[in-house]
């Protein structure tokens, strides 16, 4: 049993600044959700919101379509695994993956049953009768998500679930997260401040700062095409240059920008006054003589990142430093010229300020 | 030199020690004095005093109702105790330090000005003195001390737990009775067993309180009105072996809790 769930307006203040900002959010049945953010984004509140804990001072909660707002956690038709994993230590795991269970008023022989079935899916065969504290830090993840899972929630809440384990752990349980929310189909909603968390696991990314919504989408669209600066550079690096809409040439929306007039992308419309070009530096390349947007400049940074070469060019003659990501074999050096290029219809336009 | 000091330092110590514990060892070896008077010299050993305190009705009563105060004045204190420093540990209230201190407070009060008050409250409320009003005098100087303990281990970790409960669809009730007073169980033993310690020795309160049916220690003291026996000291062995097993209990559920 899964259902989708919605926000509408919901703000919530805590003294003078608002934690949420008249946020809206839609998530389909059966989507994983991931809300991205810094600390003191607003992001934890909005899980808080959905799980019962926090009361909007305005808006609504939907889940399924049925209003929420006024029903505390007890009665919610949501599960929440914590940060901590708040597992009960002085039960042992058969007892905690049945908790749930148990409130709802199951008897013990079927409760344990189950819950050994729970333990189960989320590779704890047989560990029933071990006890919290003689868990790894992975494990306890494990258990709490089994605990969550057990009541059949209609929405499944994770609040920063990794933010505990270490990188590669990480990286494991979030292929493990994937595969069990596709298993169950439950409605999942994960908060992090991972954006490649976010990235690996989202069908649906909601980048969140100062209490609103920057941008919400798949994570390809909202990486590739983001509509804000600040989802555009909490996804990933990217490069800002200063841009204007100048008349169009030749039936095509042309840009002023510091490098020079740009085509500007296509079927982008153009904000009115400042706005900004977007190019990821992976979208910046060397230039094979045609085609595309050249951009001659001297290197005065580079490094070696494994996977590529990180490049700061100092554009000619005029223009922002860019950060390129060149081939492993490019070996670049500082002080030497190179002409890069990108394609305009890789680049995006954002608006110059984030709306308020 | 070093040696000269180091046994300094060691004699110091024995004496130290010595007057701690002289009293009690002397109470504890002259009730094994097989003589009419607990004097010296000793003259072991006979178990003759102890028989007959304990077949002496009214001691044997005291006694028991001694246990009764304790065992429930504690366990009132407990409960109270319990639930104010949840209550205060959960709650976001207006003035909560305040409360809190206010809770404290009777603990730097002494017995004997607590135990004139209540019984001017006794008295003017028509409540006659008994080992009731003097259950009460016990928890109302036991409670403060478990709100403390109970508070001390009241930590972060513990609210989320509550949380996960109500999350999984758990009453009040039943987070108290299943997260909360479970994962607290060693300070609430703790808090009890020293609870039992203070009210089972307590004199002033109960003198106070107390009119037909006495309490262990205010029976102690009318045997001592007629003179010294080793009769009372065997009754005080009794009294001191008695709390020794409480607070050792009380000693290894806080010692326990500190190493897990």
Redesign the interface.
Known sequence: MSAGLAVERATKRYGSTAALDAVSLQVPEGAYAVILGPSGSGKSTLLGLL?G?IDPDSGRVLIGGKDVTAI????RP???V?Q?Y?????MDLADNVA??LR??GWKRGPRRARAAEMLALVGLEGAEDRRP?ALSGGQRQRVALA??LA?EPEVLLLDEPLGALDLALRRAMQRELKAIQRRLGTTFVHVTHDQEEAMAIADIVVVMNEGRIADAGPPERVYLRPVSRFAASFMGEINLVPARALPERDGRAMLDTPLGPLPAPSGEALPAGDAALGIRPEHLGLSGGEGGVQVPGTVIESAFFGTHHRVVLEPRPAGPPLIAHLPQRADPAPGQRLVLAFEPGDAVILPGEDPK | MRIASGLLAAGYVLLLYAFIYLPVVVLVLFSFHDGRLPIPPFRPATLRWYDEVLSDDDVVEALLNSLGVAALSSAAACSLGFLAAWGLARAALPGSGAMRTLLMAPLTVSYLIIGLGLLISFNLTGIDRSLLTTGIGHAVINTPLCFAICAASMGA?HA??E?????????EL?VLA??TA??L?PAILAAFALSLTFSWDEFVIAFLLTRFEVTLPVEIWSLLRSGLSPKTNAAGSIVFLVSVIAVLLAELLLFRRRR?
């Open positions: 799980g804990f505390g956690p007890v009665k949501t599960t929440t914590f901590d708040a597992l009960f230590p002085h908790f749930g409130m709802r504290h605990r969550a009541v | 970790q989320n737990l949380r996960a409960a109500r999350d999984l669809g758990a009453t039943r299943l997260v479970p994962v169980w897990s």
